[in-house]
């Protein structure tokens, strides 16, 4: 089946401006994470979705991140009034339940901020 | 919190040659562990797990790893590695507590292979 699928490949957008990534997870995959990955500093938690349940945002590093997954399904991140530390290749990443399971990665987003 | 420590930023090894990633963790308890791989131009792929049980785990591709916990390691091991293991490889902790379900991952160890 098809796995998890990030819209757009690539983003360039000019500081202040706001921007949506998206994220289709594997169907039936009810925990759905986002990632942050920058040069040389690995993977950044930014949120995690677990069904119904109030999404984990501790990792979001400022209020100008934002997150929501509709229906169970798709999520979109939000970054407001981008800034140019903001750029980086955001993941996104689900697995059936939660941490035990096996997270499958989409391709990322690389968001470039000039 | 839980933070995992990969101290070789760059390895180099020879194809034939064996293989050891090192991966230290902190966490209050017995944690969830893994090793993910990225490839050039792919996304993160899981290797391995260890949850309980045997401290030795077998993954994929012939890696495995080792869960020592008197040293807090979980070290990725490859008997004789090939070309195409030239990649970035990364260590992840996952806290047991519920509440908690993340990942944490470290900086990472970015594998090369020389002929």
């Known amino acids: 089946g098809a796995g998890v699928s990030q819209s757009p490949s690539n983003k360039v957008t000019e500081k202040g401006k706001d921007v949506e990534l998206r994220c289709d997870p594997i169907s039936g995959h009810t925990a759905l994470y986002w990632y942050r990955q920058s040069l040389g500093q690995g993977l950044e938690f930014l949120i995690y979705f677990q069904g119904n349940s109030a999404p984990d945002k501790s990792g979001l590093p400022s209020d100008r991140f934002s997150a929501e997954r509709t229906g169970g399904s798709v999520s979109t991140l939000t970054i407001q009034r981008t800034q140019q530390e903001d750029s980086a290749v955001y993941l996104c990443a689900s697995s059936l339940q939660g941490v035990t399971d096996t997270q499958y990665f989409g391709p990322g987003t690389r968001l470039t901020v000039l | 919190a839980q933070s995992v420590t990969q101290p070789d930023i760059h390895i180099t090894v020879s194809e034939g040659a064996s293989l050891e990633l090192r991966c230290n963790y902190s966490y209050g308890a017995t944690p969830y562990l893994f090793w993910y791989v990225q490839s050039p131009g792919q996304g993160l792929q899981l290797l391995l797990k260890?949850?309980?049980?045997?401290?030795l785990v077998q993954g994929i591709k012939g890696f495995e790893a080792e869960f020592k916990r008197s040293q807090s390691s979980f070290n990725l091991r490859k008997p004789s590695v090939h070309w195409s293991d030239a990649a970035e490889y990364f260590c992840?902790?996952?806290?047991?507590?519920?509440?908690?379900?993340?990942?944490?991952f470290g900086t990472g160890t970015r594998l090369t292979i020389i002929p």
């Open positions: 992840a902790v996952g806290a047991r507590n519920f509440g908690n379900e993340k990942l944490t």
């Open positions: 260890y949850f309980s049980g045997d401290t």
